[in-house]
T-cell receptor, first 116, second 117 residues
Framework: AQTVTQSQPEMSVQEAETVTLSCTYD???????LFWYKQPPSRQMILVIR??????QNATENRFSVNFQKAAKSFSLKISDSQLGDAAMYFC?????????????FGTGTLLAIQP | NAGVTQTPKFQVLKTGQSMTLQCAQD?????MSWYRQDPGMGLRLIHY???????DQGEVPNGYNVSRSTTEDFPLRLLSAAPSQTSVYFC????????????????FGPGTRLTVT
C-alpha cells in the first residue's frame, strides 16, 4: 500500500522569504502523480502543483516549485517570495497513474504561517 | 457552473441519529467521491462512484452508505451516527477525458463539518 509522510506539522516563514515543505512517500509503482494541495481557513481544497512521475523535469507554477527525487521518493514544495495569502495547511498527496479510481492518498499536512 | 456543492455546511447530530450529506456537481463528471478529514490524519477516502449506478468502497467505508442514481448527485448517508464520525466531509468529482481516461484533476466541494455528540 502507498503511504505519504509529512514530517513537519507546522512551519513559519517571514513574508517575502522562501520556505520548503517536505514530503516523502512510499510506493512500488513506477507511474504515478504527486500533488500539493493548499487548504486555507475557508477549508477549500486548492490544487497548487502536480508532478507526473515519468517526467524528470520539476514542475513549477509561478512562485511554487517542487523538488522531485524519484529514487529517494521525496517530493518537496518550495514557495518563493512568501505572501500573507500563502498561510494555510498544505497537503502532499499521491495518486496511481491510470486506473478507474481517482483515489488520493494524503499526508497529514503542514500548517504554514507567514510572519509579516 | 456552480462546481461541486455540498449541503449542509455545518451539522450537529446526537449519537444514533441518521442523516444524509448532500453532494451535487453540474459539470457532468462521471467520477465522484467522498473523503473525511480528521485532525492530524489528512483526508481519507470513504466511498467513490465511477458513474450512475456504480459505487465502491474506499479506505474507511464503515458506517456510511452511498448510492448514485444520477450523474449529478452523490449523497452520503450515516445510518446511525457515532462520535467517531465527527469530522469534516469533502465531496470531489473528476471527468474522463480522451479515450475515457480519468483525469487526475479533482474538483472539491467546500466541505461539511459534522459533529456527533
Amino acid at each position: 500500500a502507498q503511504t505519504v509522510t509529512q514530517s513537519q506539522p507546522e512551519m513559519s516563514v517571514q513574508e517575502a522569504e522562501t520556505v520548503t515543505l517536505s514530503c516523502t512517500y512510499d510506493t512500488s509503482e513506477s507511474d504515478y502523480y504527486l500533488f500539493w494541495y493548499k487548504q486555507p481557513p475557508s477549508r477549500q481544497m486548492i490544487l497548487v502543483i502536480r508532478q507526473e512521475a515519468y517526467k524528470q523535469q520539476n514542475a513549477t507554477e509561478n512562485r511554487f516549485s517542487v523538488n522531485f527525487q524519484k529514487a529517494a521518493k521525496s517530493f518537496s514544495l518550495k514557495i518563493s517570495d512568501s505572501q500573507l495569502g500563502d498561510a494555510a495547511m498544505y497537503f502532499c498527496a499521491y495518486r496511481n497513474y491510470g486506473g478507474a479510481t481517482n483515489k488520493l492518498i494524503f499526508g497529514t499536512g503542514t500548517l504554514l504561517a507567514i510572519q509579516p | 457552473n456552480a462546481g461541486v456543492t455540498q449541503t449542509p455546511k455545518f451539522q450537529v447530530l446526537k449519537t444514533g441519529q441518521s442523516m444524509t450529506l448532500q453532494c451535487a456537481q453540474d459539470m457532468n463528471h462521471e467520477y465522484m467521491s467522498w473523503y473525511r478529514q480528521d485532525p492530524g490524519m489528512g483526508l481519507r477516502l470513504i466511498h467513490y462512484s465511477v458513474g450512475a449506478g456504480i459505487t465502491d468502497q474506499g479506505e474507511v467505508p464503515n458506517g456510511y452508505n452511498v448510492s448514485r442514481s444520477t450523474t449529478e448527485d452523490f449523497p452520503l448517508r450515516l445510518l446511525s451516527a457515532a462520535p467517531s464520525q465527527t469530522s469534516v466531509y469533502f465531496c470531489a468529482s473528476s471527468y474522463s477525458g480522451l479515450a475515457g481516461v480519468l483525469s487526475y484533476e479533482q474538483y472539491f466541494g467546500p466541505g461539511t463539518r459534522l459533529t456527533v455528540t
